[in-house]
């Protein structure tokens, strides 16, 4: 079981993390908010390789059946071992762009709130709140568990999803060994 967590685990982890790094390359992070839902679109689709390694786990481990705790098991694991990478990535890209993402997003924070129509006192509350929000990110300690749970729910879900399907073992049966 330890295998297939490892493994499909890494490569959502590190897949996720690339594309993510990717789009803030290309965008040079102007548009913070639609990079938001590409990367969590993403995401989603990359963790089908949770279902992808309970039915792995499941046709080659227990020859096409399997219970619904086996693959939520599997799944969760799959799910906890890429939102490891993803935050180790995330803090790998941090690190190599100088910590520069947290004042970029902040900066499109304030940039929104120029636009709304706020009395001063309404505007300095928020923005106060945005400061206090970019000090707290600098924590790593308070970091790396935000990163984590960016995918790990999802995950979650996936998992859940994928072990309940999987559970029956006339949905994509094993093949039969020659």
């Keep these: 079981m330890l295998r297939y967590t490892f493994i499909y685990g890494a490569i959502i982890g590190m897949v996720v993390i690339a594309f993510m790094v990717a789009v803030l390359a290309v965008q040079g992070g102007d548009d913070v908010f639609s990079s938001e839902l590409a990367g969590y679109a993403v995401m ?37 071992v890429a939102g490891l990478f993803y935050a180790i990535g995330w803090e790998f890209f941090l690190y190599a762009t100088d910590f520069a993402f947290i004042e970029t997003y902040s900066n499109s924070l304030r940039a929104e709130i120029d636009e709304q129509a706020l009395s001063s006192s309404e505007r300095a509350a928020k923005l106060a709140e945005i400061d206090a929000g970019a000090a707290m990110y600098r924590n790593p300690l308070i970091r790396l568990p935000i990163t984590f749970i960016e995918i790990f729910p999802v995950g979650v879900a996936v998992a859940l999803v994928s072990a309940l399907i999987l559970r029956n073992s006339k949905v994509l049966p094993a093949k039969a060994r020659s």
């Design 44 to 80: 989603l689709a990359v963790l089908s390789l949770v279902f992808v390694g309970i039915k792995r786990f499941r046709d080659i481990e227990y020859g096409g059946v399997i219970t619904f705790v086996q693959g939520a098991g599997v799944g969760i694991g799959i799910s906890a």
